[in-house]
């Protein structure tokens, strides 16, 4: 018995001492974490200066003889969330992943109005600074707006669309109306249980993340809670206006997937794209939530994959 309790006692002393060390080492732990997962998806860490300041961005060493793919992510999120799914592309693609302004690791000021028109110049200047002349674009959430504006504006430069739960339509009425109704919004963090929170409402099938990994995200969404705020005003202005008119203006081919358990925007309003968009190729993930990307990225990466090789005929 006595032996017993040495041995528990033992145990709970390295928990202990391992949980410390975590808490100590918990941004390098993160930084090697998210270093290992971007290795297997072949991508390095690199950044461009732009008229606005630093854009951070992963791009993978596949030769210009390549296409290329350009991913967007959404509001509050970041270029890591693409990692798993850009894993699909690595041998036969160019692969960039942007950090948009506002966001991760890019340039991050109150200075800046980050509507969806000044969103569009900022990824056209990135692109052209990279020398990215014609890619496969993909974005999810705010991402996807920007991405189907993206190629309402500039057709010469996107091969191939794909929209993943976009913003920009709310024909149908989501679980994040009633939380916007009494003031909140459950996509800015503010405290470190947010950002649990935050991963629940927003995925349906949440993937293992291991803390410190979910520590670090949230002291980092904390970090940009006011350029956050600003940001979410900034986008909401203008995002509806004319956007519509934008997407029955695609000429390009276009993929839409939706995940049905979506609660930040109903998936119903796929229907409009679908009615908006020429030719308009359209999928519903049963089980998914906001995040077909980090919910299911080999279904998701596989079914844009299959839409490319598609549209090239």
Do not use: C
């Not at 798993?84 to 302004?101: E, G, Q, S, T, W």
């Not at 679980?175 to 919004?185: A, E, T």
Request: charged content about 20%; aromatic content about 10%; hydrophobic content about 45%.
């Amino acid at each position: 018995m006595k032996k017993i309790s040495i041995i528990s006692v033992a145990f709970v002393l390295f928990i202990l001492g391992y949980v410390a060390i975590a808490d100590q080492y918990k941004f390098e732990i993160y930084d090697a974490a998210i270093e290992f997962e971007a290795g297997l998806s072949e991508l390095s860490a690199k950044s461009v200066d732009i008229s606005i300041g630093t854009i951070s961005y992963y791009e993978n060493q596949q030769p210009s003889s390549k296409p290329s793919v350009l991913l967007v992510h959404g509001f509050g999120a970041y270029k890591e969330n693409w990692l798993r799914f850009a894993r699909a592309f690595k041998d036969d693609f160019h692969v960039v992943v942007i950090d948009l302004p506002g966001h991760g690791s890019s340039v991050q000021t109150m200075d800046l109005t980050y509507n969806l028109s000044n969103q569009l110049a900022w990824v056209n200047e990135f692109t052209q600074k990279i020398g990215l002349d014609t890619f496969h674009m993909a974005g999810n959430s705010m991402g996807g707006a920007i991405t189907a504006s993206f190629t309402s504006q500039f057709p010469e430069k996107v091969l191939t669309a794909t929209l993943i739960n976009p913003a920009g339509v709310n024909d149908y009425r989501a679980v994040m109306q009633d939380y916007l109704d009494k003031g909140i919004n459950p996509l800015v963090v503010t405290e470190p249980s947010d950002f649990s929170g935050l991963m629940d409402f927003a995925l349906e099938q949440k993937p293992f993340v291991p803390w410190p990994i979910t520590e670090v995200s949230a002291l980092r969404a904390i970090n940009l809670k006011d350029v956050h705020e600003k940001l979410w005003v900034d986008i909401k202005t203008g995002l509806h206006q004319d956007f519509k008119a934008q997407l029955a203006n695609i000429k390009t081919p276009t993929l839409v997937q939706w995940g049905e358990m979506d609660r930040v925007i109903n998936y119903k309003n796929i229907s409009v794209f679908e009615k908006l968009i020429p030719g308009v190729q359209s999928k519903v993930w049963a089980n998914v939530g906001h995040a077909p990307m980090i919910e299911i990225p080999k279904q998701s990466a596989e079914l844009m994959m299959s839409h490319i090789l598609q549209s090239n005929g």
